[in-house]
């Protein structure tokens, strides 16, 4: 049974860091692309970032490029997403998803049509 888990959310003033976590099981980490996406309220959900070890890729969209930065540990079967210089519009639930066939080598790869989501975790920018 696949399973997505994140964590690391919570309230961080502008110009702070977080680093969100997303433990996967029931699934070998190294074959899928793992996505990281968030929802604010009243927006749809947008990907910011994803990566697929297996093509050594990563791909973020533009407003997070310099600021947030995808990793995983393979060993502990976890994505992470570190995200410094928070601004307020980074304010959103963030999930992450899985997907057996994308590549994280275009803007198509942030699409939202990825098979296994988490539940998200909460990031709140605020002073």
């Known amino acids: 049974q696949v399973q997505l888990v994140e964590s690391g959310g919570g309230l961080v003033q502008p110009g702070g860091s977080l680093r969100l976590s997303c433990v996967a099981s029931?699934?070998?980490?190294?074959?899928?692309?793992i996505g990281w996406f968030r929802q604010a309220p009243g927006k749809q959900r947008e990907g910011v970032s994803c990566?697929?070890?297996?093509?050594?890729?990563?791909y973020y969209r533009d407003s997070v490029k310099g600021r947030f930065s995808i990793s995983r540990d393979n060993a502990k079967s976890t994505v992470y997403l570190q995200m410094n210089s928070l601004k307020p519009e980074d304010t959103a639930v963030y999930y992450c998803?899985?997907?057996?066939?994308?590549?994280?080598?275009?803007?198509?790869?942030?699409?939202?049509?990825?098979?296994?989501w988490g539940q998200g975790t909460q990031v709140t920018v605020s002073s």
């Open positions: 998803a899985a997907d057996r066939y994308y590549y994280c080598s275009g803007p198509g790869s942030l699409s939202t049509g990825y098979d296994y």
């Open positions: 029931g699934f070998t980490l190294h074959d899928y692309a």
């Open positions: 990566i697929r070890s297996s093509r050594g890729s990563t």
